[in-house]
């Protein structure tokens, strides 16, 4: 796989991000692509959407303990590994594109700790209230 080996070629040049970090994006994209029906670009916020709706599905409350393991800890690294793989031709951009799109769009304590923790509590409440009119 050619990417695989740009992905090496990323990581000797900026060692912050694991290669699963940058696979995860590039599957984060395609998610984001099939879920708002894109075919080609899709904006940074677009993006980081896709990013935590993949990430809450694929890993639930442990998704904020899996980008930590690979490097990430805030959106805007997420950015940073997007301009990496421009920088290495994986991914193209538009000229409006750019790195600050990325910076504070959410946090990941908010949207992977406290929102999933309220998520589950009400999926449990609900589930309860299903138990007990039966």
Known sequence: MRDHHNFKNIVEQDARYTIEAYIFVLEALQYTRKKIHAKGHVTGQQLLEGIK???LERYGSM???VFEHWGVAKTIDFGNIVINMVNEKILSKTPEDKLEDFKNVYNFDDVF????QL???KRQHKHRSRNTNH
């Open 53 to 55: 709706d993949l990430a």
């Open 63 to 65: 998704a904020k303990m």
């Open 113 to 116: 700790v406290k929102e999933y």
């Open 119 to 121: 998520k589950l509590n």
